[in-house]
Protein backbone atom coordinates (compact mmCIF):
# COMPACT_ATOMS: atom_id res chain seq x y z
CA UNK A 1 0.00 0.00 0.00
CA UNK A 2 1.55 3.76 -0.95
CA UNK A 3 1.36 6.05 1.81
CA UNK A 4 3.24 8.92 -0.17
CA UNK A 5 4.96 9.10 -3.74
CA UNK A 6 7.00 12.16 -4.94
CA UNK A 7 9.17 12.14 -7.70
CA UNK A 8 11.88 14.83 -9.43
CA UNK A 9 13.78 14.65 -12.33
CA UNK A 10 14.77 10.69 -12.26
CA UNK A 11 14.03 10.12 -8.63
CA UNK A 12 11.20 8.62 -7.06
CA UNK A 13 10.43 8.58 -3.44
CA UNK A 14 7.73 6.25 -1.60
CA UNK A 15 6.88 5.86 1.75
CA UNK A 16 4.78 1.90 1.71
CA UNK A 17 3.67 -0.93 3.74
CA UNK A 18 4.12 -4.66 2.82
CA UNK A 19 1.83 -7.29 3.65
CA UNK A 20 3.22 -10.49 3.96
CA UNK A 21 2.12 -13.96 4.51
CA UNK A 22 4.39 -16.34 5.03
CA UNK A 23 4.50 -20.17 3.86
CA UNK A 24 3.25 -21.52 7.76
CA UNK A 25 0.72 -18.55 7.49
CA UNK A 26 2.13 -16.16 9.76
CA UNK A 27 1.23 -12.63 8.90
CA UNK A 28 3.60 -9.56 9.02
CA UNK A 29 3.63 -5.95 8.07
CA UNK A 30 6.20 -3.65 7.14
CA UNK A 31 7.05 -0.23 6.67
CA UNK A 32 9.19 0.85 3.50
CA UNK A 33 10.63 4.24 2.54
CA UNK A 34 12.44 3.97 -0.41
CA UNK A 35 14.32 6.18 -2.87
CA UNK A 36 14.61 4.61 -6.91
CA UNK A 37 16.47 6.31 -9.30
CA UNK A 38 15.38 6.09 -13.21
CA UNK A 39 17.55 6.00 -16.24
CA UNK A 40 15.46 5.54 -19.70
CA UNK A 41 12.50 4.68 -17.41
CA UNK A 42 13.80 1.88 -16.10
CA UNK A 43 14.32 1.83 -12.08
CA UNK A 44 19.17 1.65 -11.95
CA UNK A 45 18.94 2.00 -8.27
CA UNK A 46 17.08 1.63 -5.51
CA UNK A 47 17.89 2.02 -1.61
CA UNK A 48 15.23 1.34 0.93
CA UNK A 49 14.54 1.61 4.75
CA UNK A 50 12.42 -0.77 5.94
CA UNK A 51 10.77 -1.22 9.79
CA UNK A 52 8.59 -4.16 11.19
CA UNK A 53 4.96 -2.78 11.81
CA UNK A 54 3.52 -5.97 13.09
CA UNK A 55 4.67 -9.61 12.92
CA UNK A 56 7.21 -11.96 14.84
CA UNK A 57 9.97 -10.66 16.03
CA UNK A 58 12.06 -12.48 13.89
CA UNK A 59 11.39 -11.51 11.26
CA UNK A 60 12.72 -7.74 11.79
CA UNK A 61 14.95 -8.14 8.47
CA UNK A 62 12.08 -10.03 6.43
CA UNK A 63 13.12 -6.04 3.72
CA UNK A 64 16.62 -7.13 3.69
CA UNK A 65 16.81 -10.80 4.35
CA UNK A 66 18.33 -12.69 1.37
Known sequence: TI???????N?????HH???IKR???QSEI????RFT???QRIARCNE???LIRGAK???DLGSRN
Open 38 to 40: LCA
Open 58 to 60: EDH
Open 49 to 51: LTR
Open 11 to 15: TVFTH
Open 31 to 34: EVMA
Open 24 to 26: DGQ
Open 18 to 20: VSV
Open 3 to 9: LAIAEEA
